[in-house]
Each structure stands twice: as C-alpha cells, then as structure tokens.
C-alpha cells in the first residue's frame, strides 16, 4: 500500500540523511587502510543514523517505496534505499570477515569469504530491484537462470576449477603453509590457494600452479597433518663381514649422530633380510619438516659410510648375487688405528707410511654416556676419532646450553687446538658409552719437521673445513677467504711446530 506523505514535512529528514551519507563517506574515508576498526564503527553509527532519519520520513526500505509528489524527494528518497541496502551489505560481509571467519580460519579461507560475500551483495541486489524499483524478481531469475546456464555451459572447465575450490576450502585438506604429495607425482609445499587453483612450491624451488578441479580428483596426502614432523625410512646393505648386531649398532650411532633428525619419537634400526652375500639394515626415523628430509637422509649416508669403513666392514650390493670385489674381499685387516685415520681427511695427502707411523701411536680413551669429554675454553693438545659411540657438541647461549653438531664413529675433532693452539668455544658430551682415539701434538710434530710443506697441506685442508662449518665448535661470524685464512694457518702451525 502506498503511503503518502505531506510534501512539507516529508523532505526534511530525507535531506538530512542525504547530507549525513555524504558527510560520513569523508569523515570515515582517512580510517579506511589506517585503523579498519574505527572505520567500520563509524560507518556503523552512519548506518544506523541513516536508518532511524528514512525511518522518520516514512521510508521503510523493505517494504515497496513510499510515493512522494515532489519528483526530487522520490529521487533521494530511492537513492537513499539504494545507499541503504548497500550500506547493509557491506557491513554484513565485513562483520562476517572480521568476527566470524577470521576468528576462527586462517587467511586462506579467502575464497569461501569471497563466495559468502557474493551471495550477500546478490541478496542486496534482487531486493534493490523488488523494494527501491519495484520490479517482480521471478522473471529476473528465470532471465538470470537462463543466462546462468549458457554461461556455465562456456566456462564448464573454470566452473568446475571454481566449485572445486570451494569444495576445497569446505573440506580443508590442506591449508597454506602445508607439505602436501599429489598422487606421488607433484609434492610440495602449499603459498597460495585461490578461486582456480592451488600454487605449489615444490623440491626444487619451483612454483606449480594445479587446477582446484584436478586437485578434488587426485589422492592427496597431507604430510603436515597430525603434526609438521615426518616419518622417513632409508635401506642399507652392508657384507656379512660385520655382525647384525655391529652392523645394527653402528647404524644407529649414525642416526643418532645426525643433527637433522628428531630425538623423539627415537630412530631405530631393524634387519629386514639376511644372506650369505649381504645383510640388509632399514632405519627409521622423524624429521621436524619435511624440508629436512633430504638433509637427513644425506647427513645419515655420509655417517654411516664413515661409520662402516672405520670398523672395516663395507657395502654389499643392491642386487642380490651380484658379483662385486667388495662382497668379494676379506674382512679389512688393519688395526682399527689406521682404519680411523684413513677417515680423516686432514691426513689425506699422507703416505699409505706415514699414516701407519702416526696411527701406531694413537691411544685410546672410553667415556660414559653423559660425561664431559672436553670442557669450554679447552685448547686440545690431541686429535680425537670417534671409533663407537655418539657424542654431542654444545655451546652456551643466554644462560642454556644449545645443541651445535654431534658426532658418530668415524667423524673427528679437536684439529683446530691440535695445529693452532685455537679453543674450542663449547664443550663435547658423551651421548652413549664412547670410545675415542686420540693422536697427541708430540706424535704429530716428527712428521711436520720432517715435511715442513706439510703445514701448507695441512692448513689448506683446515682451512676449507672451517669455512664449511665442519670443524666442531668453530663459532667463527665473518669467514675470511680460503686463501687468507690458509695462509693464517699455516702461520699458525709453523708456530706451534718448528722445524728445527
């Protein structure tokens, strides 16, 4: 039913709520990216004035429009229901992003905030065209629906890109941030999910951009669900020269030596198959991100190839009866001195003689798990191989102790005090029951006065260790360069060992 109101009393409030609209867009404009909240309190009081000022004049904006006879005033008055609805919009989505969505998802919920957004502002639409012109809704949506259909049928393959997101973003199998596999093919790390697709940082620093609809269809794993770590497992082969027991214990001290794997839930090592050409070994273990896991897995290889050829023992083939010098060959038989030393790459350029001369006079010392092996500030007088066992190697920081490195069997330290006479700036802790050998500054200084262009060779090797971070302990802040500090060395070692 029309109402009709007094052309004298009716224009007022009107105009008042025409000047207040205009008024509060300005006022509430500087607030906009600055201070979000204040800008949707203020546009709230605007709104709500506006409402109570259209209310004073007779115009309920969802009830068809009020009949004036200045033509105007209708026109305000229509632009004001316009404004109004809008107005109402806009507050129901930011409400609905600021206190419902985002308290509770994270930002990566955009698309379904998109889709609730869009629906409002079509609510607000078909009710502009009923209320504010007057217009019967059903043939516009039979229209719509029409259009909607040739539409749909044109962009069938984005719509089913579009609907798949959605379901995406519903079900949440994944968020941003997350390490996701896609039927074993695309794996990597989630940064951006959107209207069409998922974007993917994968392994090799590349970005791939997967279609939401080929997504929905393929086996997902979520590798960050329960929990960021991840569950990894490696196969190692090694001859039946070595024990399964040495063999398991050898294995584990790797995986306890390596700094990238998880201390809980604890790395454990089983045999999986027996034979007289080899014995296989699986080890399992946890990495905090997947991330780490060719980390791990490279650090593991490396400390049990160390750890395996200090106890003389060796890998068998991958195939089973194949035919191989190392499944072949006998036991090592040299003393476990000189096996140790062999690993040491220090000593690399040395004689097959001269490393039997200075691993004769090796001593050897065991520690209980827990013990001190060297304490801070200590300028070691020796050179220590660790033969079995796992130590860890600490610094302190801001009043705790923080883990640096650990050290399986076949891994070395103390080279830096030994040919510089440098300290080290923490302390190595007995992990397990150790067993190290050690090779003292007196049996060393024979061969340096016999080869004085052994210091050149032996601070070049040192030098490269340091600026790969591999010496234990070795805090250095601003690396020189390899030719300068090899000089320093060598300086160094000439000082502590003087050919005559």
């Known amino acids: 039913m029309a109402v009709s109101i007094p052309p004298l009393i009716a224009p007022s409030p009107l105009y008042w709520a025409g000047a207040l609209t205009v008024i509060g867009f300005f006022v509430a404009r500087p ?34 429009a009020a009949r004036f006879p200045d033509e105007p005033v209708r026109l305000l008055s229509g632009a004001l229901e316009i404004v109004w609805w809008l107005a109402g919009a806009w507050l129901s989505v930011g409400f609905l992003r600021a206190f419902v969505l985002l308290g509770r998802q994270r930002r990566d919920s955009k698309l379904v905030q998109d889709l609730l957004a869009a629906l409002i502002y079509l609510a607000a639409g078909f009710a502009i065209v009923a209320y504010v012109f007057g217009l019967p809704v059903t043939g516009l949506l039979a229209t719509s629906g029409v259009a909607a259909i040739i539409i749909g049928l044109a962009l069938q393959s984005s719509l089913g890109d579009v609907f ?135 650090e593991i290889f490396k400390k049990a190839a160390r750890a395996v050829a200090a106890a003389g023992g060796g890998f068998a083939p991958r195939l089973a009866g194949a035919s191989s010098h190392a499944t072949a060959k006998e036991k090592d038989g040299r003393p476990t001195t000189e096996r140790l030393l062999g690993g040491v790459s220090l000593f690399a350029t040395l004689s097959p003689e001269e490393k039997s001369a200075l691993s004769g006079q090796m001593r050897r010392k065991r520690y209980k798990a827990g013990q001190v092996v060297v304490a801070t500030g200590t300028v070691l007088q020796v050179l220590c191989i660790v033969s079995s066992g796992v130590l860890a190697a600490t610094i302190e920081k801001d009043g705790r102790k923080i883990e640096v490195s650990r050290l399986a069997p076949g891994d070395y330290f103390g080279e830096l005090g030994l040919l510089t006479g440098e300290p080290l700036t923490g302390e190595v802790v007995a992990v397990t029951n150790v067993t190290i050998y050690e090779l003292s500054k007196e049996a060393l ?56």
């Open 31 to 64: 607030f906009r990216h600055r201070r979000p909240m204040t800008y949707f309190l203020i546009e709230l009081l605007v709104f709500a004035v506006l409402s109570g000022l259209m209310l004073l004049a007779g115009v309920v904006p969802y009830r068809p």
């Open 445 to 500: 200084a024979p061969l340096l006065k016999a080869r004085p262009s052994l210091a050149d060779e032996l601070s070049e090797s040192l030098a490269r260790r340091q600026i790969a971070r591999h010496t234990v302990l070795d805090q250095q802040k601003t690396p020189q360069p390899e030719e300068r500090l090899a000089s320093r060395l060598a300086t160094r070692i000439r000082s502590l060992f003087p050919a005559h």
């Open 164 to 298: 798949s997101g959605i379901v995406l973003n519903i079900e949440r199998p994944y968020r941003v941030g997350d390490w996701i596999i896609l039927d074993d093919h695309v794996q990597g790390k989630v940064i951006e999910t959107n209207w069409r697709a998922t974007h993917i940082l994968t392994v090799n620093r590349d970005e791939a951009i997967v279609p939401n609809s080929m997504i929905a269809k393929s086996r997902v794993v979520n590798c960050s669900t329960p929990a960021r770590s991840h569950g990894a497992t490696l196969r190692i082969r090694l001859e039946p020269s070595l024990t399964p027991d040495a063999g398991c214990t050898l294995l584990k001290a790797a995986l306890l030596g390596s700094a990238h794997i998880l201390r809980t839930p604890e790395p454990t090592v089983a045999i999986k198959d027996i034979s007289k050409e080899a014995i296989e070994f699986e080890l399992a273990y946890a990495v905090a991100d997947l991330d780490a896991a060719d980390l791990a897995q490279t």
